[in-house]
């Protein structure tokens, strides 16, 4: 039987983003409920060492970081609950949003906090090496491979910046392309262009990533020629595919502000929305740092954001009662 559940704050998505609102929002006494969506966790749950998360000397693993973000949230007041938005309605508040359960969930505040997915080449040998030389994300692993051998694919301005900072970290990247020029933004070409530790591939797919290295990690990949279809094989210990993100912001086409990119458009320097009450944090509104400890940044300036919207309500409700 369906449930109603009502709470003054509702947050949707449970990366580190939706975990520091819930936990800022629980504080503040807010009692948020987080719908934790079709990922629990977020992305880091599928990410094995990470080395850059503030607070911790040593490697620590994602799916345990986000386990520690879930457990502080639940012990100061947050209620988590395992279902996966399919309808929403923000034309009146509370905000009215409807699971797959069937379950419904009002808010008087939304924090949508549904994060991004890197796109990838869908191959079986990059699912295979995901996370053994296969990352979509240099500024993330690219220290692991410090003097080693890189490859970049895409030809946007990701990929053009992928590179770039690859060189604070190797001084043989290589730059992957199908076509014979970059859509790239033409001051990040030439910043490209400028480096000697850049190498460029033209007119080159990638076929498939071999495996075979210590342990059984990323040794070289397999490219296939546009224009002749030669095959050939370049040696790399490490891969970084980069060619773009989809923010998961389909549920609210057509019901908030979006900008060309499909990212939920916020005010500068806030995380509100077109929709008052409603506010969005983490790689669903940003996407040029994409990082855990940044997502967590919004994700408490969502919480904080979110409180003094309700504290104004609650004010002017009161003085209309007293008039």
């Known amino acids: 039987m369906a449930v109603t559940h009502h709470t003054r704050m509702l947050v949707l998505g449970s990366g580190p983003a939706g975990l520091s609102a819930a936990i ?17 966790g977020g992305q880091l749950m599928t990410t094995t060492d990470v080395e850059n998360y503030p607070g911790f000397r040593d490697v620590v693993q994602g799916p345990w970081l986000m ?41 008087e505040v939304l924090v949508i906090a549904t994060g991004a997915q890197a796109r990838w080449l869908g191959l079986d040998s990059e699912e295979l090496l995901k996370g053994k030389g296969v990352s979509a994300c240099a500024t993330c692993d690219g220290f692991f491979y410090r003097g080693k051998k890189v490859a970049v694919i895409g030809g946007g301005n990701t990929a053009v910046e992928e590179a770039l900072y690859l060189t604070n970290h190797s001084d043989d990247v290589t730059i992957i ?21 850049i190498n460029v591939l033209w007119n080159k797919q990638v076929e498939r990533f071999v495996g075979g290295g210590d342990p059984h990690g990323l040794v070289g990949i397999e490219l296939k020629d546009t224009v002749t279809g030669e095959l050939s094989m370049l040696d790399v210990d490490g891969g970084f595919v980069a060619i773009g ?33 409603v506010f969005a944090c983490g790689d669903v509104m940003d996407k040029v740092y994409r990082q855990a400890v940044t997502a967590a940044g919004t994700g408490c300036m969502a919480a904080l954001d979110a409180e003094r919207f309700l504290q104004a309500v609650e004010f002017d409700d009161l003085a209309q009662a007293a008039e």
């Open 177 to 197: 392309h199908r076509r014979d020029s970059f859509r790239a933004e033409r001051i990040l070409q030439q910043r490209l262009f400028a480096s000697d530790k």
């Open 67 to 107: 386990g520690e973000m879930q457990a502080q949230a639940e012990h100061v007041g947050t209620r988590m609950m395992w279902d996966t938005i399919v309808d929403v309605d923000l034309t009146r508040r509370p905000f009215r949003l409807t699971g797959d359960s069937g379950d419904v969930y009002e808010g």
């Open 245 to 277: 993100h989809h923010p998961a912001t389909e549920l609210f086409r057509g019901h908030i502000a979006l900008d060309d990119d499909g990212y939920i458009a916020v005010e500068t320097g806030s995380t509100r929305t077109s929709v008052p009450g």
């Open 24 to 40: 800022y929002g629980a504080r503040a006494g807010m009692e948020p409920i987080v719908v934790q969506g079709i990922q629990p």
